[in-house]
């Protein structure tokens, strides 16, 4: 079974220091999503992708986050500097287009600033 | 007003009873409901979706929608320990909401 790869799983870096995350969607999903998952709390949307363009990035915290899908197919999401407060889980997940389909997530990659 | 919210937990149920999950969702023109379970430190799985009014089953998992009350539930028969998790509502209006989720726990 097709499946959303993320690495690396664990990562713990200290604060203001940078820190990327990388998806890979299943094949042939044109849309890629990276959440961010507080503990405690539900998913919130950081960003979706169609294809290489973003389609929302509204919650995004752009002076210190960032994310590519250069070729459309594969993302990088990037924090710099990080703080106390990105500790979180980053979930990735796609779908095969961006409205009324399921969304299949990622294992996740558990961030930890300290 | 959050956009999407659940019932507080957590919720424990006894096994083999009826387990209700409850969500609600302020804007109307959401047009597709989840229903998702997270075991702990794991990733969100989708368990159910629904579309239209009335109710969906599946195995089970009942889900039941009502758009004019904005309201979305999930029923799970013969609960099991192993049903025991977080359950995420989530709603698509122009992008997917998730609620903060209700902890559930099955006792045996």
């Known amino acids: 079974e097709a499946e959303v790869a993320q690495s690396p799983r664990y990562k713990i870096t200290e604060k203001s220091q940078a820190v990327a995350f990388w998806c890979d969607p299943i094949?042939?999903?044109?849309?890629l999503y990276w959440y961010r998952q507080i503990l405690g709390q539900g998913p919130e949307l950081l960003v979706q992708f169609q294809d290489e363009s973003v389609v929302d990035d509204s919650q995004l915290p752009k002076d210190r986050f960032s994310a590519e899908r250069l070729k459309g197919v594969d993302s990088t999401l990037k924090i710099q500097p990080a703080e106390l407060g990105d500790s979180a889980m980053y979930l990735c997940a796609s779908s095969t287009s961006f409205s009324g389909n399921t969304i299949y997530f990622g294992e996740g990659s558990w961030l930890t600033v300290v | 007003q959050k956009e999407v919210e659940q019932n507080s937990g957590p919720l424990s149920v006894p096994e083999g009873a009826i387990a209700s999950l409850n969500c609600t969702y302020s804007?109307?023109?959401?047009?597709?409901f989840f229903w998702y379970r997270q075991y702990s430190g794991k990733s969100p799985e989708l368990i159910m979706s629904?579309?239209?009014?009335g109710d969906k089953e599946d195995g089970r998992f009942t889900a039941q929608l009502n758009k004019a009350s904005q309201y979305v539930s999930l029923l799970i028969r013969d609960s099991q320990p192993s049903d025991s998790a977080t359950y995420l509502c989530a709603v698509e209006a122009q992008k997917l909401v998730f609620g903060q989720g209700t902890r559930l726990t099955i006792n045996p």
């Open positions: 094949s042939g999903h044109a849309t």
């Open positions: 629904i579309y239209s009014n």
């Open positions: 804007d109307r023109v959401s047009q597709s």
